[in-house]
Nanobody, 122 residues
Framework: QVQLAESGGGLVQAGGSLRVSCAVSEHTFSSYAMGWFRQTPGKEREFVAG????????YYADSVKGRFTISRDNPKNTVYLQMNSLKPEDTAVYYC???????????????WGQGTQVTVSS
């Protein structure tokens, strides 16, 4: 069973930065595409960013392009989401996900973390 654990969420002012991390308990981490999603109450979970197994392909939602950066460190079994120029509308629970397959938004993702809260105050 692959386990994902997010960390690094918190409260930040608008315009600030935050980095969330996701540690994966899987020695074949480099086989997985990784993604970040977010969800607010009453809304569907939405794709934020995805990265393929070697970091060569990156995907972003239009709403975060130019502000967020996804990256991964395969020896550390960790994926990151660097969030800059944060806006109040970025407030959500952020989830990481993993699958063997494409890093783009479409299709089902296999493994999910428990989520970490990110709150951006105005």
């Amino acid at each position: 069973q692959v386990q994902l654990a997010e960390s690094g969420g918190g409260l930040v002012q608008a315009g600030g930065s935050l980095r969330v991390s996701c540690a994966v308990s899987e020695h074949t981490f480099s086989s997985y595409a990784m993604g970040w999603f977010r969800q607010t109450p009453g809304k569907e979970r939405e794709f934020v960013a995805g990265i393929n197994w070697n970091g060569g392909s990156l995907y972003y939602a239009d709403s975060v392009k130019g502000r967020f950066t996804i990256s991964r460190d395969n020896p550390k079994n960790t994926v990151y989401l660097q969030m800059n120029s944060l806006k109040p509308e970025d407030t959500a629970v952020y989830y990481c996900a993993a699958r063997v397959g494409p890093a783009a938004a479409y299709g089902a993702w296999t493994y999910w973390g428990q989520g970490t809260q990110v709150t951006v105050s105005s």
